[in-house]
């Protein structure tokens, strides 16, 4: 067996580097975190090459002592803490220590900085851990600090860096975060000499969240106020039309600094209970204010896990707070005010003004109706409205969508034995007995055709261009899948990197796949999930192809059976609908015969 050693340090540090610093996302955060702690109210962050060429943070903030610059470099020194005690009530967004100590290992870095109680700034370079200058220089109160060739001394860490494209994506989703997370902090982002986000810094939460996904998200939020004395939760959820494919909508600040919580984003979408689809997550900006002593903070060095005390109690707080603003906010009691009518024929009889309130919640009796839209085209069928006294009126139908003049018989023969609930029929086939669902065929038939473009996709002009806000990660992946979305039917103006201009839209079945559906589209691509991003465009077909479908309920006649039949006989796909469900399912003459014990 080897025998055992101290590592130098300099390895020492480069092993450390691993936890801290795994990407140039990572050393931004860490650097603007020191920063935020340092009282700074601006903050310029610079980068070039998607952070792996340079990398720049300047601050207005407290700066720091000439004596206390190169202590500064060393490993587990801060001035955040002093004893074990204070790592159970931390206020600072940084308290390890090992920030400058890992980012030095591992590039060359230059810190300027000054004090204001001293005439002079200090400036410090470091390359793979090493001091290389330390002189006195002029300067003004604050920090500067310069990262150059991040892991240029690691080849077998760099060869795991993603394209500067990717790195710069993800450095602007935490400046996004970070935009939010302080208000109060003026921050300016600038990727490749280009502003990406300036935020005014002026305490408003609302024109923060503006600033990061833009002005048509401010009419789509609801504020959130909760306080029960153990918790306090402020912020904004965003109404179901909001919610994402993703929990990239999803930002959790807990006294000041950016979590992620596994518990708190299940307790959002609990909050939101039916009124998003299953596989849509809610959008949401929460504040949450809690003793120092309930949480802790010191989990993992990038430290974005935290552990409550008490989560399920956090966890219910943050499903009442949510779902309390959207009640308040998105479901809104109107007053309508009836108008004087002149009092029936009486010398002594006057009809008092009444205001009578009305709750939209409750629900609005309908009539019982039908709707049946051709698959080809957006214009709507005239629905038959039933009446408890009479039989509804006979109108002439439209060719059904299925119809298939040219489609031959079934090869064996067969007839419709009957229907149940207007759903279900029952259609016997030589020895074979068949369940279809009407909805889940129909269904099948429609995505097929869709998917193998026997049914036209068209781009539909926008009466108004649509301005598309585009955080870093989807700006990424719309560059990378332009080609993909013009093919598909978007057409749209040059893109920036915090948006693009629609101008027409793909339509499918008459449904034009607008903004929401390109926001869906750009984070699964964003994720680098291959599988899921090739899954987006059948997403799509297969809401479409269901929206389209005869319903449940619906009644069909004989000739639309018969004519179904014959195009379900010509696929190759017959057991399920696009979503899983069964199509048909299928009881021999044996099969009956042993339920009804005639065999054995």
Same mark, same amino acid.
């Given at each position: 067996?080897?025998?055992?050693?101290?590592?130098?340090?300099? $390895?020492?540090?480069?092993?450390?580097?691993?936890?801290? *610093?795994?990407?140039?996302?990572?050393?931004?955060?860490?650097?603007?975190?020191?920063?935020?702690?340092?009282?700074?109210?601006?903050?310029?962050?610079?980068?070039?090459?998607?952070?792996?060429?340079?990398?720049?943070?300047?601050?207005?903030?407290?700066?720091?002592?000439?004596?206390?610059?190169?202590?500064?470099?060393?490993?587990?020194?801060?001035?955040?803490?002093?004893?074990?005690?204070?790592?159970?009530?931390?206020?600072?967004?940084?308290?390890?220590?090992?920030?400058?100590?890992?980012?030095?290992?591992?590039?060359?870095?230059?810190?300027?900085?000054?004090?204001?109680?001293?005439?002079?700034?200090?400036?410090?370079?470091?390359?793979?851990?090493?001091?290389?200058?330390?002189?006195?220089? @002029?300067?003004?109160?604050?920090?500067?600090?310069?990262?150059?060739?991040?892991?240029?001394?690691?080849? @077998?860490?760099?060869?795991?860096?993603?394209?500067?494209?990717?790195?710069? @994506?993800?450095?602007? =989703?935490? $400046?996004?975060?970070?935009?939010?997370?302080?208000?109060?902090?003026?921050?300016?982002? *600038?990727?490749?000499?280009?502003?990406?986000?300036?935020?005014?810094?002026?305490?408003?939460?609302?024109?923060?969240?503006?600033?990061?996904?833009?002005?048509?998200?401010?009419?789509?939020?609801?504020?959130?106020?909760?306080?029960?004395?153990?918790?306090?939760?402020?912020?904004?959820?965003?109404?179901?039309?909001?919610?994402?494919?993703?929990?990239?909508?999803?930002?959790?600040?807990?006294?000041?600094?950016?979590?992620?919580?596994?518990?708190?984003?299940?307790?959002?979408?609990?909050?939101?209970?039916?009124?998003?689809?299953?596989?849509?997550?809610?959008?949401?900006?929460?504040?949450?204010? $809690?003793?120092?002593?309930?949480?802790?903070?010191?989990?993992?060095?990038?430290?974005?896990? *935290?552990?409550?005390?008490?989560?399920?109690?956090?966890?219910?707080?943050?499903?009442?707070?949510?779902?309390?603003?959207?009640?308040?906010?998105?479901?809104?009691?109107?007053?309508?005010?009836?108008?004087?009518?002149?009092?029936?024929?009486?010398?002594?009889?006057?009809?008092?003004?009444?205001?009578?309130?009305?709750?939209?919640?409750?629900?609005?009796?309908?009539?019982?109706?039908?709707?049946?839209?051709?698959?080809?085209?957006?214009?709507?069928?005239?629905?038959?409205?039933?009446?408890?006294?009479?039989?509804?009126?006979?109108?002439?139908?439209?060719?059904?969508?299925?119809?298939?003049?040219?489609?031959?018989?079934?090869?064996?023969?067969?007839?419709? $034995?009957?229907?149940?609930?207007?759903?279900?029929?029952?259609?016997?086939?030589?020895?074979?007995?068949?369940?279809?669902?009407?909805?889940?065929?129909?269904?099948?038939?429609?995505?097929?055709?869709?998917?193998?473009?026997?049914?036209?996709?068209?781009?539909?002009?926008?009466?108004?261009?649509?301005?598309?806000?585009?955080?870093?990660?989807?700006?990424?992946?719309?560059?990378?899948?332009?080609?993909?979305?013009?093919?598909?039917?978007?057409?749209?103006? =040059?893109?920036?990197?915090?948006?693009?201009?629609?101008?027409?839209?793909?339509?499918?079945?008459?449904?034009?796949?607008?903004?929401?559906?390109?926001?869906?589209?750009?984070?699964?691509?964003?994720?680098?999930?291959?599988?899921?991003?090739?899954?987006?465009?059948?997403?799509?077909?297969?809401?479409?192809?269901?929206?389209?479908?005869?319903?449940?309920?619906?009644?069909?006649?004989?000739?639309?059976?018969?004519?179904?039949?014959?195009?379900?006989?010509?696929?190759?796909?017959?057991?399920?609908?696009?979503?899983?469900?069964?199509?048909?399912?299928?009881?021999?003459?044996?099969?009956?015969?042993?339920?009804?014990?005639?065999?054995?």
């Amino acid at each position: 067996m080897p025998k055992i050693h101290v590592l130098p340090p300099r $390895i020492a540090n480069q092993i450390a580097a691993g936890e801290v *610093v795994e990407r140039p996302a990572s050393v931004v955060k860490e650097l603007v975190e020191n920063a935020i702690d340092a009282g700074a109210t601006a903050i310029t962050i610079e980068i070039e090459n998607g952070g792996l060429d340079n990398i720049r943070i300047t601050d207005n903030g407290s700066g720091i002592a000439d004596d206390d610059c190169e202590m500064a470099f060393l490993r587990h020194a801060t001035s955040k803490i002093s004893t074990a005690n204070d790592l159970f009530a931390i206020r600072s967004l940084g308290f390890r220590g090992e920030a400058l100590a890992s980012i030095a290992a591992v590039s060359r870095v230059m810190l300027q900085t000054q004090t204001e109680e001293d005439e002079l700034g200090t400036q410090i370079r470091y390359e793979s851990g090493d001091l290389i200058e330390h002189r006195r220089t @002029a300067g003004t109160r604050g920090t500067s600090i310069e990262v150059r060739d991040l892991f240029y001394n690691v080849p @077998a860490r760099l060869k795991f860096v993603k394209s500067a494209r990717a790195e710069s @994506a993800a450095i602007g =989703d935490y $400046i996004a975060k970070l935009i939010l997370s302080a208000p109060q902090i003026a921050v300016h982002y *600038v990727s490749g000499g280009k502003t990406v986000y300036r935020s005014t810094g002026n305490g408003s939460a609302k024109d923060a969240l503006v600033s990061v996904y833009g002005i048509s998200t401010e009419r789509q939020i609801c504020p959130v106020a909760f306080d029960d004395g153990y918790l306090k939760i402020t912020g904004f959820v965003g109404v179901p039309d909001l919610a994402r494919a993703n929990r990239s909508g999803q930002t959790f600040l807990l006294n000041g600094r950016i979590i992620r919580s596994n518990a708190l984003s299940n307790a959002l979408s609990r909050s939101f209970d039916t009124r998003v689809l299953i596989g849509r997550f809610p959008f949401a900006v929460l504040y949450m204010n $809690i003793a120092y002593a309930e949480v802790d903070v010191n989990v993992h060095p990038a430290k974005l896990e *935290v552990r409550f005390t008490d989560e399920q109690r956090v966890s219910r707080s943050v499903v009442v707070a949510c779902s309390e603003a959207l009640i308040r906010s998105y479901v809104p009691t109107i007053e309508i005010r009836r108008e004087e009518r002149e009092p029936e024929p009486s010398p002594v009889f006057t009809a008092p003004e009444e205001t009578y309130r009305v709750d939209l919640r409750a629900p609005i009796p309908q009539p019982s109706s039908t709707l049946r839209e051709d698959g080809y085209s957006s214009v709507p069928r005239v629905p038959t409205y039933r009446f408890p006294a009479r039989e509804p009126e006979v109108r002439p139908r439209p060719e059904p969508i299925f119809l298939n003049k040219t489609s031959e018989p079934l090869s064996e023969p067969f007839h419709v $034995i009957g229907c149940a609930f207007d759903t279900y029929w029952y259609v016997q086939q030589g020895e074979s007995v068949y369940c279809i669902d009407q909805h889940a065929a129909h269904e099948r038939l429609l995505y097929d055709a869709l998917m193998a473009r026997t049914a036209a996709i068209v781009s539909q002009t926008l009466f108004l261009p649509e301005d598309m806000r585009l955080l870093p990660s989807e700006y990424d992946a719309f560059i990378t899948n332009k080609a993909e979305l013009k093919r598909l039917g978007f057409v749209f103006s =040059d893109a920036s990197e915090i948006g693009v201009t629609l101008l027409a839209v793909p339509q499918i079945n008459g449904t034009a796949l607008k903004t929401a559906f390109l926001h869906d589209v750009l984070e699964y691509l964003s994720e680098n999930d291959e599988a899921r991003a090739n899954e987006w465009f059948r997403d799509a077909i297969a809401q479409s192809a269901c929206k389209h479908a005869i319903k449940a309920g619906e009644r069909l006649s004989h000739e639309e059976i018969r004519q179904l039949l014959d195009r379900l006989s010509e696929q190759e796909t017959l057991l399920t609908c696009p979503h899983g469900r069964p199509v048909a399912i299928r009881f021999t003459k044996t099969d009956i015969e042993k339920m009804f014990k005639r065999i054995l």
